[in-house]
Nanobody, 117 residues
Framework: VQLQASGGGLVQAGGSLRLSCVASRRTSSIYTMAWFRQAPGKEREFVATITWSGGSTSYASSVKGRFTISRDNAKNTVYLQMNSLNVEDTAVYYC???????????WGQGTLVTVSS
């Protein structure tokens, strides 16, 4: 699966952004898609995940209530709506996918989100 993320940018604290991730090639094998992020000097961390067929979602506690993950199967696209952003959300955001029983093996190139105070 190839993944192309977009939508990052510079936003003030309290603002919103929507990230998109388009999947291509062998998309029928996707079981879940997820967003991870990596802040400067920190390890990559889980943000949110969604099952491709049923749309079940899960979130990191740090973003629950502020971020919403969704998908459009017809467009092979997963979204991350980010509201009430704060400076701690500044990171490179990556989308990833996995098949049933597999790990998150396919990763997009990342999109930078910078939140200014």
């Amino acid at each position: 699966v190839q993944l192309q993320a977009s939508g990052g940018g510079l936003v003030q604290a309290g603002g919103s952004l929507r990230l998109s991730c388009v999947a291509s090639r062998r998309t029928s094998s996707i079981y879940t898609m997820a967003w991870f992020r990596q802040a400067p000097g920190k390890e990559r961390e889980f943000v949110a995940t969604i099952t491709w067929s049923g749309g079940s979602t899960s979130y990191a506690s740090s973003v629950k209530g502020r971020f919403t993950i969704s998908r459009d199967n017809a467009k092979n696209t997963v979204y991350l709506q980010m509201n009430s952003l704060n400076v701690e959300d500044t990171a490179v955001y990556y989308c990833t996918s996995r098949v049933i029983g597999g790990n998150y093996a396919d990763w997009g190139q990342g999109t930078l989100v910078t939140v200014s105070s």
